[in-house]
């Protein structure tokens, strides 16, 4: 039990060194040199804490046979001097212990082995119920309207803060913030709705001022694809910076090989809402009748693709010139993320000319993922990933080369769901009813959400599929199926919430009250995420880039985390909401 006390006082092993403690392997007379590491100066009773860490030591270096060099020494515990920083910044360090904190920041991301989908599913389950009660206060009282500080404030806090508590002070019971957020929805629905909002800005009937105002589009702006963009959105922000401070539990961070993470659906959660959005552009080329020839594809999307290439080449070289801490077996020696999404465009582009022999981007995915799976199972190619020596460019770079197949089939799965998802109804022949039109929408979007469960749960099942394994790190099949099951079921969601409070908006019959119907349906926090999303996926990582170099992460308290994210999400939410008070769009 002594023992155990020595553990927990210095630290997560005996190879953390506490503050005030010299770490000479011998008994130092004079007073100790302080660590950047925890206070430890204030202990009461040092004698008896001098005769534990004594009868430990000698254990230790009996059963070892050797002096335990690894251990600090004590003779005498002084007290920490006035002058001293217990949390100094990184800059003030000397250049071995850099490196060794360097050493120890890699190691904090290494090596982990995720945790169960079920707890992913309940984490992010906030973000919809967060809609949820921001959808009831605007809907039955206009909260939102007109947008006050009071306003801004509690739609930052719903939709921003509640994200950042699942994934840090709520992490181990996120189904009760979920009751914490369900419960002030129902009592706010119970109450009568407020008689003096305005009435639905879309009458049914308005045909002759719709005549005016001009025809709808073809493709409408969804309010429940801004809510599902704009909470992925906030979710990945969060977590890059979240994942460095030991608040942000282990289990969310992006796994080492084999398993799943909040992380890693963070990555393909990103990929996918990309293809989401890509299938604009084929809507719009189906509906006007026209096909575009592959070599214009491929230069348009070069045009997309450049600056996502040249944002991948600027983190390389700061990365490498900064001397700071990566975790290579994510990507590989080289490879991130940017250039990742800056090759898919191209790839896109040329898998379209498949459409006219393979049905459907969903079909597509599947052959996609498939065929990687059963080389990844029949060659070598797997043994290669996982264990083979860095010795030239593509052994490198080998996990963000070859997983870039299975996010490239991701974002196919996606630009299948917005190929249905986007259109103004469904089936464009048909003369249904709004409301009809709504429900076979709902009933579309549920059936492809059950078939992707079903794909998953057939490719991980050792009793009924192949018992196969999700693995980020080479994009595997059943980490494909995963990734499209999650999204394509929180769209889902996203989409219910919408349908129920706010029909009027699908009821629009021109372009002008449809987009008022819209902005009264949406969090103005996420359609100025939605807005600006790639713009602000690059500031977060640069801010991140920027806390890391000044503070000591690992050893802050959670206190001083929340603060620091507190302050780092409300500096993103602002820079979102005052790019789109004026109205900018930074397309990168």
């Keep these: 039990m002594r023992c155990r006390s020595l553990v927990v006082l ?14 000479s392997p011998t008994l130092s007379k004079g007073p100790p040199t302080p660590s950047f590491t925890r206070p430890f100066a204030r202990l009461s009773k040092q004698t008896h804490l001098q005769k534990w860490y004594r009868a430990c030591r000698r254990v230790f270096e009996k059963k070892k046979n050797r002096p335990l060099l690894g251990l600090p020494s004590i003779h005498r515990i002084h007290p920490v001097p006035i002058s001293f920083d217990p949390h100094p910044s990184i800059a003030n360090m000397s ?72 994934t840090t002070l709520y992490a181990s019971s996120p189904l009760l913030l979920n009751l914490l957020l369900l419960a002030p929805a129902v009592v706010v629905y119970a109450f009568p ?76 959660s990103f990929v996918y809402s990309a293809g989401v959005i890509a299938a604009r552009p084929v809507l719009k080329e189906r509906a006007e009748g026209r096909s575009t020839p592959l070599a214009t594809r491929l230069a348009a999307s070069m045009r997309h693709s450049l600056p996502l290439l040249f944002l991948g080449v600027i983190r390389l070289l700061s990365v490498k010139g900064l001397d700071y801490a990566e975790h290579v077996t994510e990507y590989g020696v ?28 969903a079909a597509l995915a599947v052959i996609l993922g498939g065929l990687y799976q059963v080389v990844l199972e029949s060659t070598s190619l797997k043994a290669f990933i996982l264990t083979a020596p860095r010795t030239d460019l593509i052994s490198k770079n080998r996990e963000g080369i070859f997983s870039f197949i299975g996010y490239l089939a991701i974002f196919l799965a996606g630009q299948d769901t917005g190929m249905y998802i986007l259109p103004r109804s469904v089936n464009p022949k048909s003369d249904s009813t709004p409301a009809t039109q709504r429900k076979t929408l709902i009933m579309m979007m549920a059936i492809w959400s059950a078939v992707w469960t079903g794909l998953y749960f057939l490719s991980t099942s050792y009793s009924y599929g192949d018992g196969l394994s999700v693995s980020r790190r080479m994009a595997n099949l059943p980490y494909i ?34 987009k008022e119907a819209y902005e009264t349906a949406t969090s103005r926090v996420f359609r100025a995420y939605n807005r600006n999303g790639l713009f602000l996926f690059l500031i977060a990582n640069l801010l991140t880039g920027l806390v890391n170099m000044t503070v000591p992460t690992l050893d802050v308290s959670p206190l001083a985390t929340m603060g620091i994210l507190m302050a780092y999400s409300g500096s993103l939410t602002a820079l979102a909401l005052a790019l789109d008070a004026y109205n900018i769009n930074i397309k990168l």
């Design 10 to 23: 210095f630290g997560r092993n005996f190879g953390d060194v506490p503050v005030g403690i010299d770490t």
């Design 481 to 514: 199926l995963w990734t499209a099951a999650f999204n394509s079921t929180q769209i889902l969601a996203y989409c219910i919430v919408d349908t129920v409070f706010f029909p009027s908006f699908y009821n629009a019959t021109d372009a002008k009250s449809e």
């Design 95 to 166: 250049a071995a212990t850099v490196e060794s904190y360097k050493k120890l920041k890699e190691d904090f991301v290494s090596n982990l082995s995720g945790g169960p989908p079920s707890e992913i599913n309940y984490v992010t389950a906030v973000a919809p119920v967060a809609v949820l009660l921001w959808s009831v206060l605007q809907s039955r009282q206009s909260f939102f309207k007109p947008y006050t500080p009071l306003a801004g404030l509690v739609d930052y806090l719903l939709n921003v803060t509640a994200i950042l508590l699942s």
């Design 193 to 268: 709705p407020n008689t003096r909002r305005k009435k639905p800005v879309v009458p049914p009937n308005a045909k002759s001022k719709a005549a005016a105002q001009g025809p709808l589009p073809a493709l409408s702006v969804k309010p429940f694809l801004t809510h599902y963009r704009g909470s992925m959105m906030v979710v990945t922000c969060i977590a890059i910076l979240a994942v460095d401070f030991r608040l942000f539990p282990r289990r969310f961070a992006k796994v080492e090989t084999w398993g799943t993470s909040l992380m890693d659906m963070g990555v393909g």
């Design 334 to 361: 080289h490879w991130n993320f940017f250039f990742t999404l800056g090759l898919l465009p191209p790839f896109v582009a040329i898998f379209q000319s498949a459409l006219k022999i393979v049905p459907s981007y």
